[in-house]
């Protein structure tokens, strides 16, 4: 014959059993407290990683006569070797300009223009980006930089030693 099981053992058990589930529970709840408050993970982006960087560009030993409001831009791809691609696999009536619109997608270029003393600043998301800045005068500088955007704070200074180009006006 089966026996009967006690109650009073039935309602320790039952005690005991709630005790340990509102304990785990519970220290549960205090670990989560005490987590650092940040925001939500996006795709692609690391807890606690910046958005965005300061990026400094600087020209040194060139010419500072017409420096003022040239354009420096940030793409992230190479737009030379997207030229070259562009011209190499040819879609009538298709303009380049709709060709980087295509691959740029969602990621614009990011434009800013130089000071008088040939500085400017621009604030640029991680990753790869192309730097393409081209100063006009009695000879023409261009410059076409891959540049590896990451921290708070990046220098890049142009000069003529790493021009992509240089041309004289005639």
């Known amino acids: 014959m089966r ?14 059993g709630s ?31 910046q958005t965005e960087t300061r990026v400094i560009v600087r020209l040194r030993r060139l010419p500072m006569d017409s420096v003022a409001g040239t354009a420096v831009e940030f793409y992230p791809l190479d737009v030379e070797a997207l030229r070259r691609e562009f ?3 040819r879609s009538p009536g298709q303009k380049f300009e709709d060709f980087l619109s295509s691959r740029l997608k969602d990621r614009p270029p990011i434009a800013a223009k130089f ?5 400017t600043v621009a604030q640029v998301p991680p990753g790869k ?6 100063l006009q ?16 704070e990046l220098t890049v200074e142009l000069t003529p030693e790493n021009a992509y180009a240089r041309a004289r006006s005639f």
């Open 3 to 16: 026996q009967q099981p006690n109650p009073l053992r039935q309602v320790i058990a039952f005690i005991l």
């Open 19 to 49: 005790t340990l589930i509102f304990a785990l529970v519970s220290a549960g709840w205090r670990i989560y407290r005490r987590l650092p408050q940040s925001e939500p993970i996006a795709w692609g982006k690391r807890p606690g990683q």
């Open 87 to 89: 011209i190499a696999v």
């Open 115 to 119: 000071d008088a003393r040939g500085r």
């Open 129 to 134: 980006w192309w730097v393409h800045a081209t």
């Open 137 to 152: 005068g009695e000879v023409t500088w261009t410059w076409r930089l891959p540049v590896h955007v990451s921290g708070q």
